[in-house]
């Protein structure tokens, strides 16, 4: 049920005619309240989109109606008048909803640099409004997909109320969130400040480590919308588990669908100084491409792993670095352990335990291979 | 000639058997005098391999006399066993030559994580000797080759002296070198602190500007020796652009051989506050998987270019940076510009000029496309 899953949620997903296929576009998901407190985590790219300016300034205020989303055109680097593109889009929305056009978040995802065609986006806009749902969750999730293969919802079911979503991302996942977009919702209580505090640390055990090429969008929105209409005010630490565990459901679906991947590879560092360090080491071994390379051809070359892990400045002893691939501790001491042979690659499920030897901290940081199907899609993506 | 143009300098190439291809893979540069000056570079990374320890130990005194590299082997992440190896092949190249262990430098690449059959390495080194001559440079840079297709070799003559060199590498290039080693020889007298200092600036506007995958090696080494055969004492400045040429001769020829490359792509970052800023920006274009995939489909994506430069700290302002591609500038002021379809694509050089339109510093960053030969060769490397 997406998105449509809590109480008090309406949503919509139609064919504007962005996409050259005909496929489903433009997504819509209203609030109908009593409250409409939200929160959200924008892109840190400094060439931040349309919509995510726009989507700040509505943000500002802890306060959403409503959500316009399209898939089809990223609407970024089209200058001052992209951005009269989304204002017009929120202002139109507004208007068909009666509401305020500040009252209405903006998200597109896309093709940089090119213009959105705005006769077709608004009256999307109007037909999505005419067929706005109870039930319609799935619909809107399935018109935010770009190379998505699937569409990818959650719902979180608690104590007298749910959390629902959709997401959508199928490349460009890096820290900070990268192409991908994220509806939340909930029929919980909570307010402004509690929400956005929630928000933030479920993002950032989630969405914030999976790092599938190292590429950091332009328009990556994660919003989350609460109305309150079942009721229930659970505290601060309930409002963090559920949407941790709504993040951690979509960000292992986004994963999954990565961008021509073979594998889904979990790197975790132990043994560290401190978090940001086995951080710090699992995002260079996650941004190698000759490891990615190594992983997609079944090979494994820890050799790679600790070639990554030393270009780091995190704290270790090279000669009491271990690591340990799918079972098999392959070197010990920064040298020679098991044989590789016996390490089987052949699944699609890869873990690399690294322990630093440093400390007692750790971090998982999940990742895709880098496949032939990857540089295929890339290659192939505005042309 | 490479490492045999220079007066004074005696090399080999054989096969020792390292290789399963029965290719050569045992390289020996001998300096015959009369002086025996010499400075390096080595990999930044902190896990250098075994090789690399044992030369920083030999170039601490400001002296070398042989130089003996493999391939079929990089000897790294090998504990203290393989240190032994590297300080044992020392042993046996200054036994047969009549010098002692500290006037050797060694040097060693291939797979991570393997020991060096030394039986067979210590034989090569003993064949090497034997064959000796002033016109086998060419068979030393051959013997150093591993996923190259061709050797590397440069000679800048200049009044009365002259550089010779040999590379190898055609992959992993990233900043700080990497899986490359280089050996230059000059028959001119320079002191060891200035051959030093001439050294570390010609590779920091050549090797450490070409940045093909990011990733850097265990091995990386770049040597010069000079022996003052030719009575010529160059000035300073002189040898710096000298080194410099010779330098920059071969980076652009490991560009041209990068693993798998189709696209040899020179990044100019203009309009820099800094020279470390316009660095900056480029490294991140040069690492951009999404950028260099679509360089691969000759895809003049310049939204990537945009994404690439927004993850950094470098100083501009969004609405005035503009990109050029081969000559077309596609985003004026952070937007829209001229056509995309107007950029041709199809030849092997790119040139992406940025003007980040803050200060009047510049610099370039070379690098590669990301094709899907490149995953093809990397996925099948160690297996």
Known sequence: MSTTAPRGFRAAGVAAGLKSTGAHDLALVVNDGPDDTAAAVFTTNRFPAAPVQWSRQVLSGGRVRAVVLNSGGANACTGPEGFGDTHATAEHAAK??????????????????????????????????????EDGGPDAARAIMTTDSVPKTTVVERDGWTVGGMAKGAGMLAPSLATMLVVLTTDAQVPA????????????????????????????????????AGGVTPSAAEV????????????????????????????????AASVTDA?????????????????????????????????????????????????????????????????????????????????????????????????????AYST
């Not at 093709?111 to 749902?133: E, F, H, Q």
């Open 96 to 133: 068909e909803l009666d509401l305020g056009a500040i009252d209405v978040a903006v998200c597109s995802t896309g093709l940089i640099g090119v213009r959105l065609p705005m006769d077709r986006l608004t009256a999307g806009v109007t037909a999505a409004v005419a067929v706005l749902s």
């Open 193 to 228: 400040d509690v929400l956005q505090a929630a928000l933030k640390q479920a993002t950032a055990v989630s969405f914030e480590r999976v790092d599938s090429d190292g590429c950091l969008s332009t328009n990556d929105t994660v919003l989350v919308l609460a109305n309150g």
């Open 240 to 271: 963090v588990e559920a949407l941790t565990a709504a993040c951690t459901d979509l960000a292992m679906q986004l994963l999954a669908d990565a961008e021509g991947s073979t594998k889904d590879i979990a790197i975790t560092v132990r043994g």
């Open 279 to 379: 951080l710090t080491a699992g995002r260079a071994c996650a941004r190698n491409n000759l490891l990615k390379t190594a992983l997609f051809g079944n090979d494994p070359n820890w050799g790679r792993v600790l070639a990554a892990i030393g270009t780091t400045d995190a704290a270790f002893a090279p000669d009491r670095v271990d690591v340990t691939i799918n079972g098999v501790t392959v070197c010990r001491g920064g040298a020679i352990g098991d044989p590789r042979e016996g390490v089987d690659l052949t699944g699609r499920a890869i873990s690399i335990d690294v322990d630093l030897g440093a400390g007692s901290e750790q971090a998982t940081i999940w990742t895709n291979d880098l496949s032939i199907a990857y540089v295929h899609e890339n290659s």
